[in-house]
């Protein structure tokens, strides 16, 4: 079973930007859809944005839907998460899943987290 690994959290000024990186430990398949959920104090986890790895279709919350764009490291395994904007309700633990569907994941990454300053 594939091992994710995140990177890029830490502390930004609201208005700003981030990229969050995860990287698995082998190659996924081409049906598989790698992506990203978040998890704010007190919060449900919630969908922000996933990639399938076969065509690269793109899906996106709509909490962050114009201010995010996800991207693929076919290289590396990897998948790259960008948000501008930020907002300080972006301030959330955010972790990397790989799964089956565009919000179906098995594989889970250990989080990183996010704090977005006023």
């Known amino acids: 079973q594939a091992s994710l690994v995140e990177s890029g959290g830490g502390l930004v000024q609201a208005g700003g930007s981030l990229r969050l990186s995860c990287t698995a430990s082998?190659?996924?398949?081409?049906?598989?859809?790698m992506g990203w959920f978040r998890q704010a104090p007190g919060k449900e986890r919630e969908f922000v944005s996933s990639?399938?790895?076969?065509?690269?279709?793109?899906y996106y919350a709509d909490s962050v839907k114009g201010r995010a764009s996800i991207s693929k490291d076919t290289t590396n395994y990897a998948i790259i998460l960008q948000i501008d904007n930020l907002k300080p309700d972006d301030t959330a633990i955010y972790y990397c899943g790989l799964g089956s569907g565009p919000q179906e994941f098995r594989t889970w990454g250990q989080g990183t987290q996010v704090t977005v300053s006023s």
């Open positions: 990639i399938r790895w076969g065509g690269g279709r793109t």
């Open positions: 082998g190659r996924p398949y081409s049906s598989h859809v």
